[in-house]
Nanobody
Framework: QVQLVESGGGLVQAGGSLRLSCVASGLTFSRSAMAWFRQAPGKEREFVAAINWRFGSTIHADSVKGRFSISRDNAENTVYLQMNSLKPEDTAVYYC???????????????WGQGTQVTVSS
């Protein structure tokens, strides 16, 4: 049974930082592409960042480039999202996802976590 468990969310002031973690189990993590998506109230789920398994290549949404960084630790079956210079518009539930390729399309990911809330106050 595949499980993705996110942690690290919380309340932070604008300009602050948070690091999200997602621990995976029940899958071959080292051969899985991992991604972060987010969903704000009343909005559709949107792509944030993804990382491939093979060379660790990454892609980031334009809205977070230069502020957020995705990374992975295959020994710990964990993917991270370092979020700096947070803005109120970053407020959302952040979801971890696992799939075959690092893509921006949420439909291409097979497994999802339950999400962790990030709230950025102005």
């Amino acid at each position: 049974q595949v499980q993705l468990v996110e942690s690290g969310g919380g309340l932070v002031q604008a300009g602050g930082s948070l690091r999200l973690s997602c621990v995976a189990s029940g899958l071959t993590f080292s051969r899985s592409a991992m991604a972060w998506f987010r969903q704000a109230p009343g909005k559709e789920r949107e792509f944030v960042a993804a990382i491939n398994w093979r060379f660790g290549s990454t892609i980031h949404a334009d809205s977070v480039k230069g502020r957020f960084s995705i990374s992975r630790d295959n020994a710990e079956n964990t993917v991270y999202l370092q979020m700096n210079s947070l803005k109120p518009e970053d407020t959302a539930v952040y979801y971890c996802a696992a799939g075959t390729l690092a893509l921006v399309d949420a439909a291409r990911y097979t497994y999802w976590g339950q999400g962790t809330q990030v709230t950025v106050s102005s």
